[in-house]
């Protein structure tokens, strides 16, 4: 893709982002139900996580497969120009991942926790929660690679054999609340083996538009860090061309 196309994207992300997120915030607090009124809930204000936990998870995915999609086009073509975008990706779905995991746990401490059991462990024997805790190991190992090795190629071949086998857990993580009836977690794409997965109308067209904000916001902050490493490496190779005699 060309740069100029990059860039317009990159900007439009950013507009994007501006004004979907002020939009979210106002759909969470004033537009969503009121779950203080249910006698079934047990944490009214917690649940609106559900507007930011799911969406954040769905984003570190995306930025996920760009890493494994990129990882493989260096493994294929052992070309270094994949190497960036994927590293750029990387460190974004990272803290996205993050954010998911943090979110997440606050949520599951609130709703899942039960009288004479450990909230948090509670919390992290959760098949999914577990899943998205290995990713977050993966690519912090993955982050960790990058800053250990010096030689750029065989950073760049070890760093995308990371990006390619962590991503394998990205399925895994949609299939549990599918698959396991043990599963705590709802299924929001689904009944599943969760029966808690039903969504009324409202909370789901907000949900979608989460998601829509968290990837806008992926890409804005993954493209911004990509034009930062691109100057990094211009001024790298400037230094190295002042450096020789």
Known sequence: MRQETVDRVRRGAIVGTLVAWPALIYLTWFVAPDWSYQPDVTAPLTRKVLFFHPASAWASFAAYFVVFALSIAVLNE?????????????????????????????????????????????????????????????????????????????????????????????????????????????????????????LGPVVGWILAFSAIAFLLLFTALWLSRLRLLRAEERIAALESDLETP
Do not use: C
Not at 109 to 136: D, F, R
Not at 154 to 168: E, I, N, P, W, Y
């Open 78 to 198: 052992r070309q270094l120009k994949y190497d960036a975008p994927a590293r750029a990706a990387a460190e974004v779905g990272f803290a996205l991942n993050t954010i998911a995991l943090a979110t997440g746990t606050l949520w599951g401490i609130q709703e899942w926790s039960e009288a004479g059991a450990n909230a948090l462990v509670t919390v992290y024997s959760e098949p999914k929660v577990l899943v998205v805790l290995v990713l977050w190991f993966v690519f912090a190992a993955y982050l960790a690679l990058r800053r250990l090795v010096d030689a750029p190629e065989r950073r760049a071949r070890l760093s995308a054999a990371f990006g390619v086998l962590g991503f394998l857990a990205v399925p895994m993580s949609f299939a549990s609340s599918r698959l396991l009836a043990t599963s705590l977690h709802p299924d929001v794409a689904g009944p599943g083996k969760n029966p808690d997965a039903a």
